[in-house]
């Protein structure tokens, strides 16, 4: 009985499970899929002002309304999309790549690199990552190149010690020994043999990097160290919108809800990653 | 051994830190293989049998000792001269599930290790991948195959046929049958065989299987915490052995005696940890001769006995060799 019981809460909590991974995929397809079609179907410019119809509520020709500038809220919310995704997505590429590089080669060579780089990372990881954006955003100044710098720096020690752990547990494998015995130069046993074993957990943490990345875009641009106006991108609409929040409360609720949906897109698809690869990344 | 030994190491040590103490895994091992001998290596999980084998291919590092293959002293060889030469000696090892890479198709594993050394590239490969194939008896259309799709047998094949891929002389065997089905084990060791006779192929054969080790073996070297205790041809060892961890060893075997006569022969206690090793010989804790049965042999407990040669190349590191003899072989 208490068998039959407990195999049944197990599938039971296996399908809320696959539903919330289904929905993960579901949201992030969604998400890059209005912004990548979105303005093409929607062709009004984010950028054009127009005085006479400012600060308007939804009607036929502006579906979200028009901003205090008279801009098309749709069109900048969509073209804000592909600026703020855009952002997180080369953002977390660069911490993934750096960070796993570094990883990869620290678990793998050992010694005094290896206590070097893990030094550094100890230190970046001292900093919460959101402040550390913040610091690195506030010193360098607004622009997306500094934006994608605050992102993706913090984002660097996690993928440096998952690919660490990986590295040199897989080092230790036989296959390993084998491609060592066989006279293969160090550079290819690494990327042929270590780094394809060892790439499944990073995807799933690549995933929830991405989640955070959307919020830190968004948070910078929000307060002012992100993306500078007038090109839109979600944090800053969210931002103009919310001073006339009683005006106009679709121009904050869409943003403010695009920027949400997409962090719990990446994170439920992280989970779904997680169980894919078997690793409990994630939670 | 009159014929210049393909393979020499000497004076091997080996150690590794476990957290803040020292195991000596090897402590001071010599060790020599003749062009197509195989040469067993037997003793007691955690003697060093494995840790010999990967020293040889200098795959694990060295505290002293040399290693020459070929009479060429491979022992301060770095990088790529280093990978060079490894081209002449190749390992096989004890789990096929783990020795290939579960991301790569078998057929280019066993590419890569024929490209490794210059010697084919292009379609020659490929055509050198199929050979390989058919030499280890696998069909030459399985290489774009990942290793999930083969049973343990096949895996072992498919590492033999990576490991001669690179066109090896001397090749460690380390208990390349020990996980897989006796029959299909029974199979590798002919295959390994017939690869001798075609090849010329020399082997280091690691085993605690001691039946297949009296088997295939013209030698055999016995093992024990980091030191070898005896040495000598495989018919001398078991009609013979001088030391009494080589007769406790055998007479442990299972199938070889009666049980009542297993029994007598059962060493007291276990081997002690080679972090902190007896001093003088390292067997006198559990050894039926030494100064715990007789007390006027305290020179077991201070003086490290060498590996001496008793006559027509019986090596054997005991102070009181030839005192425990095996069981009469009429009650086999």
């Known amino acids: 009985m208490t068998v039959a019981v407990s195999s049944r809460t197990l599938a039971l909590r ?35 002002t127009d005085l006479v119809h400012r600060l308007e509520g939804p009607t036929a020709a502006h579906p979200l309304g028009t901003d205090v500038q008279g801009r098309d809220l749709l069109a900048r919310v969509l073209y804000g999309g592909r600026v703020t995704l855009l952002i997180s997505v080369v953002s977390v590429m660069i911490a993934l790549t750096v960070g796993s590089g570094l990883g990869l080669v620290s678990g793998f060579v050992r010694g005094w690199f290896d206590v070097l780089v893990m030094r550094i990372v100890d230190i970046l990881l001292a900093f919460p990552p959101l402040l550390l954006a913040l610091v690195i955003a506030a ?9 994608i710098l605050a992102v993706s720096v913090p984002a660097i020690p996690r993928f440096a ?16 020994l084998a491609a060592r015995a066989i006279g293969l130069s160090p550079s290819r046993v690494l990327f042929r043999h270590v780094l394809p074993n060892g790439i499944g957990p990073v995807t799933v943490q ?29 944090g800053a609409i969210l931002v103009d919108s919310r001073t006339y929040l009683l005006q106009n409360p679709v121009a904050v609720l869409v943003p403010g809800a695009a920027i949400s949906l997409s962090i719990l897109g990446f994170n439920l698809l992280g989970d779904a990653l997680g169980d894919l690869f078997d690793v409990g990344g994630g939670r | 051994m009159t014929a210049a030994p393909l393979l020499k190491a000497e004076d091997l040590r080996v150690v590794f830190r476990v957290d803040d103490h020292e195991v000596r895994a090897l402590d001071g091992v010599d060790i020599d293989v003749a062009p197509a001998e195989i040469h067993g290596v037997v003793g007691e999980s955690g003697c060093g049998k494995t840790t010999l084998g990967r020293a040889l291919l200098r795959l694990v590092p060295l505290r002293s000792g040399t290693v020459a293959i070929g009479g060429v002293d491979i022992t301060a060889l770095r990088g790529r001269s280093l990978r060079r030469a490894r081209a002449q000696m190749q390992m096989i090892f004890q789990s096929p599930w783990s020795s290939l890479n579960p ?5 280019r594993a066993i590419g890569e290790a024929a490209r490794a050394h210059g010697r084919s590239r292009g379609r020659d490969v490929e055509v050198e991948v199929a050979e390989l194939l058919e030499l280890v008896g696998l069909d030459a259309d399985v290489a774009a195959r990942y290793p999930d799709a083969f049973s343990g047998g096949q895996r072992q094949r498919i590492a033999i046929a990576r490991a001669l891929a690179v066109r090896p002389r001397f090749i460690v065997a380390d208990e390349a049958i020990a996980s897989l089905d006796v029959s299909v084990g029974e199979q590798i060791v002919e295959l390994l065989l017939e690869l001798r006779e075609r090849l010329g192929l020399a082997y280091l054969f690691i085993s605690h299987d001691l039946s297949a080790v009296e ?17 000598t041809s495989t018919e001398t060892l078991f009609r013979d052995p001088a030391h009494p961890y080589t007769v406790a060893l055998l007479a442990a075997a299972p199938g070889r005696y009666p049980r009542e006569v297993r029994r007598r022969y059962v060493l007291e206690g276990d081997p002690p940890s080679p972090i902190d090793p007896p001093p003088g010989c390292r067997f006198w804790p559990r050894c039926p001769v030494g100064p715990l049965h007789d007390p006027t042999r305290s020179v077991c407990r201070s003086v490290t006995p060498e590996l001496v040669d008793l006559g027509g190349g019986h090596h054997v590191a005991c102070h009181f060799p030839r005192e425990v003899r095996l069981p009469d072989p009429a009650v086999r």
């Open chain 1, 14 to 48: 296996r399908l809320r499970r696959n539903r919330l991974s289904f929905l993960g995929v579901l949201l992030v397809v969604g998400i890059v899929a209005v912004v990548v079609v979105g303005p093409l179907l929607w062709r009004v410019d984010p950028l054009a």
């Open chain 1, 139 to 147: 010193a360098r100044g607004p622009g997306v190149g500094n934006t």
């Open chain 1, 161 to 176: 010690r998952l690919m660490r752990s990986q590295s040199l547990a897989i080092t230790e494998r036989e296959y390993v």
């Open chain 1, 206 to 234: 690549a995933s929830i990097a991405l989640g955070i990345a959307v919020l830190e875009v968004a948070g910078l641009g929000f307060i002012g160290l992100g993306v500078q106006p007038p090109a839109p991108e979600w």
């Open chain 2, 103 to 107: 991301r790569m198709p078998v057929g």
């Open chain 2, 215 to 231: 088997r295939l073996s013209e030698r055999v070297t016995v093992m024990y915490l980091g030191t070898v205790v005896e040495r």
